[in-house]
């Protein structure tokens, strides 16, 4: 082989062309800073259940000499209580984005292409890409609701958050039902990581069909974003695939003090009410006052509301509001380009709110 050549060959094997190339899902900013009115990535403005706090005071360090229990025990057997569930039902996860990513590369290997709508949470297509899944997007219908028809194409898979995000619009039960009914030879995930704040979660559903499961979140309703912590519930069969998938890519996760503490606030389930039903409350009255300064958004049953204003662009509303160091979440996508997704903070962040988009909005 002339030099010339060899040398060109080397040329087109470059490592580079080896690597997994992969467009990173681009999570929320986190701002640092006091006086920061942050409003961005749907965490919860209260703290955790007061025996989280308790119990990491308490927590004997000794214990971290050794490796935690690999399958989460104390956290899936306190869920298992709460969910009416069997323990061997549960799958506990490092937040849900882990208990997702390991769904995706344990159920949607039929090559088909998978089905979630075109409007959602921002992961899955790149869940999808990183794992080479391919996929299809159902598009939302005028009113952003999912049309359950869209899902009786043949797929390999099915994945929808109810509600969604960013709508945070609840689809019924029935709804639910209609896609899990429809698509019995795949997997269809509910990801339910804002149920708390006004859905009814399809766990009862589990029982009627083997091919759903369940994923929700503590990064939200129980204000543990910082600690990591989601869940899967389905039936038993399907909980295992998932587990030897995660004990073929690292049996550890979730590190002890998450289980222990993971598990208080399960149990404390009087706080979670009362900080649940707080949030709802805010939103409601959040509703009205957006809606008197002009705003439209889906009716949320989420901890945030999707609103765009009837007359200014929601770019530069997000910018002056970014200027006045309160955080909203904004994409510059197609469909959503002109909503702002507001997370429900207390009533005095959203005074704030309030008031800087009165000011902002003045004259206009
Ligand atoms: N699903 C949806 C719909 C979400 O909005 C989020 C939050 N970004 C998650 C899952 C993941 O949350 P976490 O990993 O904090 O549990």
Redesign the pocket.
């Known amino acids: 082989m002339s030099a010339v050549k060899s040398a060109e060959m080397r040329k087109t094997m470059e490592w580079e062309d080896n690597v997994r190339r992969v467009v990173p899902y681009v ?1 929320g900013e986190q701002p640092k800073g006091e006086n920061i009115i942050k409003l961005n ?2 965490e919860c403005p209260y703290p955790p259940a007061p025996g989280v706090a308790r119990l990491a005071a308490e927590l004997d360090c000794s214990a971290l000499r050794l490796y935690p229990d690999s399958g989460a025990a104390p956290l899936a057997e306190a869920l298992a209580a709460y969910y009416g569930v069997k323990k061997e039902q549960v799958f506990v996860g490092v ?4 208990v ?1 990513a390991l769904a995706f590369l344990t159920f949607f290997n039929s090559g088909r292409p998978i089905l979630f709508p075109d409007v959602t ?1 921002s ?1 899955y297509d790149v869940w999808a890409e990183l794992y080479r899944i391919p996929y299809r997007t159902c598009g939302l219908d005028e009113n952003w609701h999912i049309r359950p028809g869209d899902y009786r194409q043949p797929n390999g898979g099915v994945i929808f ?1 109810n509600p969604n ?1 960013p709508t945070g619009l609840l689809e019924g039960t029935e709804t639910v039902e209609e896609i899990v009914r429809a698509n019995r030879e795949v997997i269809v995930i509910v ?1 339910e ?2 149920i708390d704040f006004g859905g009814v979660s399809a766990i009862p559903l589990l029982k009627k069909y083997e091919n759903l499961m369940i ?1 929700q ?3 939200k309703s129980r204000a543990l ?1 910082g600690l ?3 869940f899967a519930i389905g039936n038993e069969k399907l909980i295992r695939y998932l587990n030897d998938v995660k004990f073929s890519f690292n049996s550890y996760t979730m590190n002890l003090p998450a289980q222990i503490l993971g598990a208080e606030a399960v149990q404390d389930d009087a706080y979670f009410k009362e900080v649940r039903d707080k949030i709802v409350a805010t939103r409601e009255r959040a509703k009205k006052t957006l809606s008197e300064l002009g705003f439209t958004f889906p009716d949320s049953s989420a901890n945030f509301i999707f609103a765009s204003h009837k007359t200014v662009p929601a770019r530069e509303i997000f910018e002056k509001l970014r200027e006045r160091d309160i955080y909203v979440r904004y994409w510059d996508k197609p469909r959503i380009g002109n909503s702002l997704r507001i997370s429900v903070g207390t009533d005095a962040q959203m005074d704030a709110l309030t008031a800087a988009l009165g000011e902002i909005l003045e004259g206009k």
């Open positions: 999570a990535t749907n937040g849900s984005d882990d997702l949470y992961f958050p995000a990801d990581a804002y994923v979140t503590f990064s974003a990591r912590v989601g």
